[in-house]
């Protein structure tokens, strides 16, 4: 299957902000995004992995389709937990509750259509231009199928003629604030944005990231989930 990544062109006179895996932390998210505030000239990106693992990812779901509803640029990737849900679906319904159950999420049955929707469509990537925004990174020898976008969705044929020169924004890899810190003062080619918000009790994690891609300034908010 070849994808076609979807290209995305930046609003005049908006910000771009990319917010890692929120896993679920609905309070922590909701005060993030009060900091952000953002406008409808802003786009926010958000890294994917906004379920499982906190206990209020159907919260978090509603809120940015709330914010898209209304006319907001609110741009969601597709994690492997986004991904997961859908593979469980098709495992049949009995298996499906058994998984929305072990992962705090069968409040997602009250309108099951609407989310399954949700999830499905959700892009796989998005090509800013000058940036990718994508749930893990994109390698170039493609040597971790952990790590990798093609190992984590390998029936996915991405083309990416131009990979080596396209900056990368992503999540799924946990990093401390320091290493998320020390990646955005050096100008990495990829910045890793999963701060680890749902390991609060981790030594250097429990925070939830955002960072403005054209300015390099990092938002972030400490769990209170």
């Excluded at 098709?90 to 298996?95: A, D, T, V």
């Excluded at 509750?97 to 499905?120: I, P």
């Excluded at 952990?146 to 190992?151: A, F, N, P, Q």
Aim: charged residues 25%; negative net charge; contains cysteine.
């Amino acid at each position: 299957m070849k994808y076609e990544l979807p290209k995305v062109a930046k609003l005049e006179n908006g910000r771009r902000i990319a917010i890692g895996d929120i896993h679920g932390c609905f309070q922590t998210f909701k005060a993030l995004i009060t900091t952000i505030n953002p406008t409808k000239t802003d786009q926010i990106f958000i890294l994917g992995d906004i379920i499982d693992k906190g206990k209020h990812s159907k919260e978090v779901v509603d809120v940015i389709m709330d914010f898209q509803t209304v006319g907001y640029s609110f741009y969601v990737v597709r994690g492997n937990h986004e991904q997961a849900f859908l593979s469980a679906y098709q495992c049949g319904f009995e298996f499906f509750v058994t998984y929305l159950d072990e992962n705090q999420t069968d409040d997602f049955l009250e309108d099951l259509e609407k989310y399954l929707t949700f999830f499905s469509e959700l892009p796989y990537c998005l090509d800013l231009g000058d940036w990718l925004v994508c749930h893990t990174p994109f390698l170039i020898n493609e040597q971790s199928l952990y790590r990798g976008m093609k190992g984590l969705f390998p029936k996915i044929n991405f083309e990416l003629k131009d990979l080596p020169t396209k900056k990368q924004v992503t999540g799924h890899i946990v990093e401390t604030l320091e290493v998320i810190q020390q990646s955005i003062a050096q100008k990495n080619q990829v910045i890793l944005l999963d701060s680890g918000c749902v390991y609060k009790e981790n030594e250097g994690l429990g925070y939830l990231s955002a960072f403005d891609l054209d300015n390099y300034e990092l938002i972030t908010q400490e769990n209170i989930d």
